[in-house]
């Protein structure tokens, strides 16, 4: 158990959807201002559910604390300078209380922030650990780790439980459903943009990065690498293909910000990964893609395009053992590379893969067991207080 403290006024002044997975779910409903409010609570990406941290976070007061929490993104490019300076306050009341006590600072971030070096984010810490989700591999190493999406357990709300490992005799079965840019989308300017990442995207087969020409172009590549591997795939007849294109993902559309946790398409959407042995998880509009972890949940395994990624606590678990990991030079070849590692694994192989990538996702990647293994950090960071 790992005794964390933050102060939730510095929330007051923050957008909803500013505020961190660990925010939501160590606060309880009264101290919440968001939970209070009957149309936030309508609204998924604003309310969030409730995630069981198990037995690794606990919110306590300032003395009896071993590391203080910082459970706010700083997104001034998608939300305005409000939340940036709501960031800027909250990230000096921090370093005040840091220095007073010696405790180190936890920040939790969703998208580039400390990891981009073009942001330039200098942030008035002095003591911090940065956990982030969408690291890349040549940015930043120290006191910055890739962290874990916070997600519920999936195959217990939509699946029963059960891994139900999906014979190899069967054949590959891929799923995808969700976003894939510029396929699939409505005519306008930004769809033009997409089909110009697209074509960028192909100068990565004769050896050229197209992420670094993107980045000086001053935008990303998005979606482009799994819009590659989704057209070969589609292309290949010996590969069973459950797809289904959306227009707008659920984070940018507002459309989709008041979907039922129990819609048809959120229940589907997970159906489809347990029916399929496996699910493409390359990176959206940051360098991660949640569907990676719903897929390990779900004990199936990830086909994922390495876009310089970092991993969750790289130092300790072999992705190569549970993933299908494909370099951005080959995702045009992807449909090829799963009917070889299917072909090259055993259906006694790919039993015990499923079931393994379950267990991945139990004992290192749920919240609760991710943020369990904070403590060895914390206590090299902790300092004498002043």
């Known amino acids: 158990m790992t005794d964390v403290y933050f102060d939730p006024t510095w929330l007051t ?30 609204d998924f990406y604003r309310c969030c559910e409730v995630i069981d941290l198990g037995d690794s976070l606990r919110l306590v007061p300032l003395e009896q604390a071993e590391a203080i929490l910082l459970p706010i993104s700083h997104r001034d490019q998608y939300f305005g300078t409000s939340s940036a300076a709501a960031f800027a306050r909250a990230c000096r009341a921090a370093d005040q209380l840091s ?4 405790l180190p600072i936890v920040v939790e971030g969703i998208t580039r922030d400390l990891t981009d070096p073009a942001r330039d984010l200098q942030l008035p810490l002095n003591n911090y650990l ?16 890739s962290h874990t999406y916070c997600l519920p357990d999936y195959l217990e709300k939509y699946c029963q439980g059960r ?6 005799s069967a054949g590959p079965t891929v799923s995808f459903w969700g976003v894939c840019a510029p396929f699939g989308q409505r005519w306008s300017k930004t769809r033009l943009f997409d ?3 697209y ?3 192909h100068l990565d087969a004769i050896g050229l990065d197209s992420e670094r020409l993107a980045r000086r172009l001053g935008t990303n590549m998005k979606h482009a690498h799994r819009a590659r ?47 399929s042995l496996y699910s493409v998880c390359c990176r959206g509009t940051e360098n991660y893609a949640i569907r990676f972890y719903e897929t390990l949940c779900l004990g199936r395994i990830p086909v994922v395009v390495d876009t310089d990624l970092r991993w969750p606590l790289e130092e300790c678990i072999d992705y ?12 045009g070849r992807a449909a090829e590379l799963i009917l070889e590692h299917h072909q090259r694994h055993s259906n006694e192989q790919l039993r015990q893969q499923q079931f393994a990538n379950r267990r991945l996702w139990e004992t290192h990647l749920s919240p609760a067991s991710f943020y369990g293994r904070l403590q060895p950090l914390l206590r090299r960071l902790r300092q004498p207080p002043q």
């Not at 190569?320 to 995702?331: M, T």
Request: charged share 25%.
């Open 13 to 42: 002044t923050v957008e909803a959807r500013d505020w961190q997975c660990l925010a939501r779910n160590l606060l309880t409903a009264s101290d919440d201002p968001v939970r209070q409010d009957p149309q936030a609570r309508l």
């Open 99 to 102: 220095g007073r006590t010696g």
């Open 130 to 145: 940065y956990l982030n989700t969408a690291i890349v591999a040549n940015g930043p190493a120290e006191r910055v780790h």
């Open 163 to 168: 891994v139900d490992p999906i014979e190899a």
């Open 195 to 197: 089909y110009g990442r």
């Open 199 to 201: 074509a960028l995207s």
């Open 229 to 275: 591997v989704v057209r070969s795939i589609q292309a290949c007849p010996s590969l069973v293909f459950d797809l289904r294109l959306r227009p707008m993902g659920g984070l940018v559309d507002g459309r989709f910000w008041l979907e039922s946790d129990q819609s048809s398409y959120r229940q589907g959407f997970y159906e489809s990964i347990h029916r």
């Open 320 to 331: 190569e053992r549970h993933c299908l990991i494909i370099p951005k030079s080959k995702a």
